[in-house]
């Protein structure tokens, strides 16, 4: 039963990993119609700027923390306005190859920086462990949990208390009308790529001590996440969350009690994979996703 | 026949390509040739993804898979049974095309970043399954398989590439190859002109996947072997890639898709950084992605348009004089 | 005093001309139409004063020169009801109207204005949460013009609003807008083919041709002109 909690408690910290950057993921969906491919390797970048103030330059970890938050937000920003924006004319797909190219572009401009390398990225949680009767959990699982659910909590609360939510969607489906609205649709996009990257760079932040720092650490992240945005339904932040939170938990429960995978764990991705497209046949638009009316 | 101008720029490349391609060998080593034939394999491959998302508009991250599947049935086949390895290759296009078509089915449901995860998902799950060590017997596992000498089947994979372009033509300018633009520009229009949209659809996607086998089982045997990292991913990325610079919509344009697939990546190594050759090839996708949006066929409509507008006097002034000559001679009469 | 002023205006879309001088001025208060043919630059000129497209020349509002940027003018309180509604189908119809009202600092206030526009729309007040997307051409054309003024305009444009829309439904249209001059004094100028309902709830009208100006006066004089009539009214 113990290993049933401690289970659990992994599973929620993976869920909070995936959480961001779903979050980032649907951010920019919602933002710009597509799903930039580049995001995780945002994250990674950040972070690879995080190493290099905190752990080559001695800065204070959550001084470092919250210097690469700001950042990754103008990164974000000046991503969009350099390179998204003057595609948007090409069409979606331009946009999505773009993406892929930062992607590419991003990888081996880290790996040329920074070196391929692997590197250890200290946690700023102690390494010590918690024990609650008969269950043992480490305050990296813990301090996981509630650094990414404070940031996923701080972005829902900006968009509450700025009213920017409704604009920027908005902006999203009809950028010309919404000008004609008084809305300021630049700043908006801009405003949502920004706080994307920022998610981002938190889950890479929380990743790395775990799964060590090297260029290529948040390309699995990615596709975690990619499929919990997609099972909560893409254009929902509210159903990305709990999506990351039910597939690290259920990933983690899968890997211990079902023994297919624990004598395959190569097939752990695709068993998970398989799982979310069943769902999806039956839940086209995702477990919490509005399906859209079309109307003839 | 008064051709358009762009469908005469249109032949003219063809045209020039094949001259191209059918002398190469003639003239260059048997390496430089190679480099050629792969070209001719990732051009048919992205000459189905293009039927399916440039004509279909469905999104797949999955083509990679398809070729391997293709490749690997090749492999299996020569492997375990006597058929000779060109015998494989129709087999191998049916096998990845009916996969394909089945698969096509459960994508009906989904849209969009839907169905861009799930081939995905198939896609990975392709490579994790053929490199288990469950399926190790019939797979090879990790390590694959190798069932024969390197070749070059030059113009066995031009000829294929050939015939296939010319089935793609035709395809899509048939009866059916409007029914899959309507599916893509206007699916409810579509249905209400009595087009089934779930057969279009999932036949788009048998027909790419056959396309995407029958690459696979050139490479597998221009490489006498099959490894399960060869088709990750990655790959059907860089298909997709290749098939939307080329110009997504238009058949011409994959030529150019196919050319930037195999130079690119090495040009990027070789000229615009060596120790980085990654940042070199984002450098370039990017590049062309500001000047060409709508990729090489965009080039190519401008380069008709341009021929157009500069030859255009010549055609007004040969009609207006045949027309002075023909009224001047029926005077006469 | 004129609340718009347009003078030598020109316009493009890419290479192609479509505007080549218009002048027109619409005082505080008024109603006015634009008619002309397909193709006369009606919308262009709408689109012109909104800010989404290319345009030069003298454009003033409220004695002032137009901003460059379109959400910049939207914000001074000037409302594009665009061709088409574009209302945003996938929301509700809610939330298109709080839409409307986003750029809007007095937030309580704003919040009060969305909830009084519905009321004047008895019809979409009911479908107040469906989807937009699945209202009748009638009710998205009565939504559009709630978007536009839960944002207090002082100057209301509106391109074709009858488009597409049945007779019944397009005088009720007109019934509200003609309300509202009356009542609050909402400047409109209306951009419509159908040029006898123009002609009809608009007390000023320019006739454009080939993106200029051909006539211009008050409607009842050019409800009786001899080439309206026969090229606009069909009599």
């Known amino acids: 039963m113990a290993q049933f909690w ?180 630049t700043l908006m996009l801009a405003v949502g790529w920004g706080l994307a ?17 090297e260029p290529n650490f948040m390309l699995p992240v990615l596709v975690y996440a990619f499929a919990a945005a997609v099972l909560g339904g893409i254009d929902g932040p509210v159903g990305a969350v709990i ?54 | 026949m008064r051709l358009r101008p762009a469908a005469l720029v249109q032949l003219v490349a063809i045209a020039a390509v094949a001259a191209f391609v059918a002398t190469y060998p003639l003239y260059k080593s048997d390496y430089e040739a190679t480099k050629l034939t792969l070209v001719g394999i990732y051009l048919i491959a992205i000459l189905g993804l293009n039927l399916l998302t440039g004509y279909s508009g469905q999104i797949t991250l999955g083509h990679g898979a398809f070729m391997g599947i293709g490749a690997y049935t090749t492999a299996i086949l020569v492997t375990k049974t006597s058929i000779s390895d060109y015998a494989t290759i129709p087999l191998a296009g049916i096998a990845a095309g009916l996969i394909g078509f089945l698969f096509g089915f459960p994508a009906l449901r989904l849209h969009g970043v839907y169905l861009a995860l799930a081939t995905f998902g198939g896609a990975v799950a392709f490579v994790s399954i053929v490199q288990s060590t469950h399926y190790q017997g019939l797979t090879g596992g990790a390590t694959g398989l190798f069932f024969g000498p390197l070749k070059n089947p030059y113009y066995l994979t031009w000829g294929i590439c050939a015939f296939l372009y010319l089935v793609a033509w035709l395809l899509v300018h048939s009866k059916a190859g409007r029914a899959f633009k309507a599916v893509r520009d206007a699916p409810i229009a579509a249905v209400s002109s009595g087009v089934n949209i779930a057969l279009v659809k999932t036949l788009a996607f048998g027909i790419a996947s056959a396309y995407a086998g029958v690459a696979g089982a050139l490479l597998a045997i221009r490489l006498g072997s099959v490894s399960p990292l060869s088709f990750t991913v990655t790959l059907s990325i860089l298909l997709l890639t290749g098939a939307a610079l080329g110009g997504l919509g238009s058949l011409t344009g994959m030529i150019f898709g196919a050319l930037f697939i195999q130079f690119v990546p090495g040009f990027a190594e070789d000229h615009v950084s060596k120790t980085a050759p990654q940042v070199g090839y984002g450098l370039i996708l990017l590049a062309v992605l500001f000047l060409m949006p709508g990729g090489a066929a965009q080039l190519l409509h401008r380069l008709g348009t341009l021929l157009y507008r500069t030859t255009r006097p010549l055609y007004t002034r040969a009609a207006r004089r045949a027309e002075a000559v023909a009224t001047s001679t029926r005077s006469r009469t | 005093m004129p609340l718009l002023e347009l003078e030598d205006v020109e316009a493009r879309y890419g290479p192609i001309k479509a505007l080549h001088g218009i002048a027109l001025t619409v005082d505080e208060g008024q109603m006015v139409s634009l008619l002309g043919a397909n193709g006369a630059g009606k919308t262009t000129t709408l689109r012109a004063i909104s800010g989404i497209v290319r345009k030069s020349g003298k454009l003033q509002f409220a004695g002032k020169p137009l901003p460059r940027a379109a959400d910049a003018i939207a914000r001074l309180g000037i409302a594009h009801v665009p061709e088409g509604r574009e209302i945003y189908g996938e929301m509700t119809v809610w939330e298109n109207i709080l839409v409307g009202s986003s750029f809007r600092r007095d937030r309580r206030e704003a919040r009060r204005d969305c909830e009084e526009v519905l009321e004047h729309f008895p019809r979409i007040k009911d479908r107040r949460r469906q989807q937009a997307g699945t209202l009748s051409g009638g009710e998205q054309q009565m939504l559009a013009l709630a978007r536009a003024l839960v944002a207090r305009p002082k100057l209301l444009l509106l391109d074709e609003p009858s488009l597409g829309l049945a007779p019944t439904v397009v005088s009720a249209f007109y019934e509200v807008v003609t309300r509202l001059n009356a009542e609050t004094g909402l400047t409109v100028l209306i951009v419509e083919q159908n040029a006898s309902i123009a002609l009809d709830v608009t007390e000023r009208a320019y006739v454009l041709e080939v993106g200029r100006v051909a006539l211009e006066g008050s409607s009842d004089e050019l409800k009786e002109h001899e080439r309206v009539r026969s090229s606009y009214l069909g009599y």
């Open chain 1, 6 to 185: 401690q289970q659990i408690v992994g599973g929620l910290a993976a869920g909070g990993i995936y959480s961001t950057l779903a979050l980032a993921l649907v951010l920019i969906h919602r933002a710009t119609g597509i799903v930039n491919f580049a995001q995780g390797e945002m994250g990674m970048f950040s972070t690879f700027i995080a190493w290099s103030l905190i752990e080559n330059h001695g800065m204070e970890y959550w001084l470092g923390f919250a210097l690469v938050l700001l950042i990754s937000f103008a990164g974000g920003a000046g991503i969009y306005g350099a390179v998204i924006r003057p595609l948007q004319r090409g069409g979606e797909l331009a946009i999505v190859i773009a993406t892929i190219a930062l992607l590419i572009l991003l990888n081996g401009l880290a790996g040329w920086i920074w070196t391929p390398e692997v590197k250890a990225f200290e946690s700023p949680f102690p390494h010590s462990l918690i024990t609650i009767g008969d269950v043992v959990i480490s305050w990296q699982d813990v301090g996981t949990i509630i650094v990414s659910f404070a940031c996923v909590l701080v972005v829902f609360l900006f968009f509450r208390l700025t009213r920017t939510g409704r604009p920027m969607r908005a902006s999203a489906l009809r950028p010309r009308t919404s000008r004609l609205m008084g809305i300021r649709v």
């Open chain 1, 243 to 296: 999506g990351s939170y039910i597939l690290g938990v259920g990933i983690s429960l899968l890997s211990t009690y079902v023994n297919y995978i624990t004598v395959a764990p190569e097939l752990q991705l695709p068993v998970a994979l398989a799982i979310l497209l069943v769902i999806l046949l039956f839940r086209p638009s995702g477990l919490f996703g509005r399906t859209v009316v079309r109307r003839v």
């Open chain 1, 197 to 213: 990257a920022a998610l981002s760079a938190v889950a890479g932040m929380m990743a790395a001590p775990v799964l060590a720092l």
